[in-house]
């Protein structure tokens, strides 16, 4: 369900960071409703940091966020959540102590719209339903992983935020997170910034990608024939 | 008998004076040294409801609300700048404690209060005559300890509230207003306390000064149960026991201090104390 034209998240001239560094310095960076656009790059080169400030986790030194065409600029997440946004977060990500229940719920501000909620993700990952009362931390890296995703799947984002979603996954398992989010895309044209360093699973998702290199894209483009090679190029040590 | 029951209510007054300090320093990992000023302050809530001349239980809701109040514009205006800087924290919040100390000398001035106690009578148990007041206090305690437990795990509140303790940037980003949970469990934990002032009122004596006795054994109970609710119970039934026997069989000057000095030891051999168990 790809609308031509549309643009779903406009990032222009971002600068942020912790301390006295600029992590991200200067990013611009377009996605087209309905598209999943893989941002590739090296450990430390400010993909987390850019998701974590375009969800409102850190405070932006300079530059704009559009959603839609309506600016979110300093949004807080509460905000951005209601507004349609979803975040998969890859450092600390689940409560480790709670259930997979509570885990789910706490996606929700109620439990008015819980149930219809977990159906749609069990549709997904069947094995949830089984295990509820589990606690998240018991669960195997795959599975953990799959929570993480279901999660931010509850409020049926407009616009989902993915941090290396396949880090550490079994091949088998990495297809069933491709199939849910491909699932929500062709459904619902859900728009997703996919933070990836796995380049196989990337391109077999994306619609278009972008390269992160020391807080700056260094190239993006289409998933084309050509877009395998020219990732690698910026990848290779 | 009596032994067993001074123990038993001994435990559950420690409980619930402790109940309010401990609901802060769960979820906010603060210590609260204006605890003992909370404690006081619901102790004159009974010395006004007495010269109203109403019912000594009326000053029950009114300290919750008192207590409550103040507790949130602490929060605002003392703690909130002072999260990650909990050593600051406890400075602030035990200055705070003597100004509120000072001001209730201002309004009631320093002698000890006469006031009338909250129940009478004794209860035949076991064919020995109790306290009728300090059997009601086990209930109470139970009431609150129950209530604790069912509020953090079967209510939304208590999942939100588990959730800022576990991961405060998770809950955040999943759109919890951390803020506001801080706040309420800071008016909640102020407003308890308070009405354990009130509750401790026909056990003490009421002057300005009365809660900074209770903060110190609190403060250790609290030290030694970190945010558990069962190892609360357990600290204030271990030490509860002790404190009567040693007060029983030894001096009950060094049965006052008995709280004290046990949980320190057991944070010196143990420094997880009752944690985990």
């Keep these: ?237 | 008998m009596v032994l067993v029951l001074d123990s038993l209510t001994t435990a559950a007054v420690l409980f619930i004076v402790s109940s309010g300090l401990f609901m802060i320093f769960g979820v906010l990992q603060i210590i609260n040294f204006a605890h003992g000023a909370w404690l006081g302050l619901g102790a004159y809530a009974t010395v006004v409801t007495t010269a109203l001349g109403v019912s000594p239980w009326l000053a029950l809701p009114l300290a919750f609300v008192v207590g409550g109040v103040l507790g949130g514009l602490t929060e605002r205006l003392v703690v909130r700048p002072l999260y990650a800087r909990p050593l600051d924290a406890i400075l602030a919040t035990w200055g705070l404690g003597i100004v509120i100390g000072q001001l209730i000398t201002l309004a009631f001035g320093r002698d000890v209060q006469m006031i009338p106690v909250l129940m009478t009578g004794t209860v035949d148990v076991l064919g020995t005559a109790y306290s009728a007041y300090r059997l009601t206090a086990i209930a109470i305690a139970l009431a609150i300890g129950l209530g604790f437990v069912l509020a953090l795990e079967r209510t939304r509140l208590g999942l939100t509230a588990r959730a800022v303790i576990m991961n405060e940037a998770l809950a955040r980003a999943l759109g919890i207003n951390t803020a506001r949970v801080r706040l309420a469990t800071f008016m909640l934990g102020s407003a308890v306390a308070a009405c354990a002032g009130v509750l401790l009122t026909p056990l003490t004596s009421v002057d300005p000064n009365m809660g900074v006795i209770w903060l110190i054994g609190c403060f250790m109970l609290v030290m030694v149960s970190g945010s558990s609710v069962r190892a609360l119970a357990l600290a204030c039934i271990v030490f509860g026991t002790a404190q009567v026997a040693v007060g029983t069989y030894v001096s009950p000057i060094l049965g006052g201090m008995t709280v004290a000095v046990l949980c320190a030891l057991m944070l010196r051999l143990r420094p997880k104390g009752f944690a985990g168990v």
């Design chain 1, 1 to 237: 369900m790809r609308e031509a034209g549309r643009t779903k998240l406009a990032i222009a001239g971002l600068r942020s960071g912790y301390g006295a560094t600029d992590v991200i310095a200067g990013i611009s960076l377009e996605i087209p409703a309905g598209e999943i656009c893989a941002l590739m790059g090296k450990n430390g080169m400010g993909k987390t940091t850019l998701l974590k400030s375009v969800m409102g986790l850190l405070p932006l030194r300079e530059g704009r966020v559009g959603l839609d065409g309506e600016d979110i600029t300093g949004w807080t997440p509460a905000r951005l959540l209601a507004r349609g946004l979803g975040y998969a977060p890859q450092e600390l990500p689940l409560f480790q102590d709670l259930t997979i229940l509570d885990n789910l719920r706490l996606a929700l501000r109620d439990d008015r719209a819980l149930a219809p909620a977990l159906e749609r993700v069990f549709g997904y990952f069947p094995f949830l339903a089984e295990r509820l009362n589990q606690k998240a931390g018991t669960l195997s890296g795959g599975e953990q992983k799959m929570l993480i995703l279901s999660r931010s799947l509850m409020l049926q984002p407009d616009l989902l935020l993915v941090d290396e979603i396949s880090e550490g996954v079994q091949p088998s398992v990495v297809q069933r997170i491709a199939r849910a989010l491909l699932g929500e895309c062709e459904r619902r044209g859900m728009t997703v910034l996919l933070v990836e360093q796995n380049l196989g699973f990337a391109l077999s998702v994306a619609h278009r990608w972008a390269v992160l290199k020391l807080g700056h894209i260094q190239e993006s483009g289409e998933n084309d024939a050509a877009a395998h090679a020219r990732i690698m190029e910026h990848l290779k040590i």
